[in-house]
């Protein structure tokens, strides 16, 4: 992935099931259960970059998601940034910590 510095990107997550041929698009069924999942970014490298999940799910009160995103960049750099879709069926409480990883993917980044 590559970004420029000193900017605020709107960002769509996708997930898709390459198991299939064609690969199958898997992304309504984790909205649809929503409020079972968390997605989660830990940005590793030193890079400069903040995520702020933007979506809510429908628990009370509202829990983020992380289909719908906003990254917004510092300087120049490099690193990686994690990504881990989270299943948390009845513990979900905004945190990473509880559930198990359905899902756990390293991108590397870089900010120009």
Do not use: W
């Not at 989660?40 to 400069?48: A, E, K, R, S, Y």
């Amino acid at each position: 992935l590559k970004l420029k510095a000193g900017v605020t990107y709107n960002v769509s997550v996708l997930f898709l099931d390459e198991t299939k041929k064609p690969a199958g698009n898997v992304t309504d069924d984790i909205y649809d259960r929503r409020n079972y999942h968390l997605i989660c970014f830990d940005v590793i490298g030193g890079i400069n970059l903040t995520v702020t999940r933007t979506d809510l799910d429908t628990n009370t009160p509202a829990l983020p998601i992380g289909l719908q995103d906003k990254f917004t960049t510092g300087g120049v750099g490099s690193g990686k940034l994690n990504v881990q879709l989270r299943h948390q069926p009845n513990a979900k409480n905004g945190s990473c910590d509880p559930g198990s990883s359905d899902a756990d993917v390293d991108f590397n980044i870089t900010i120009q």
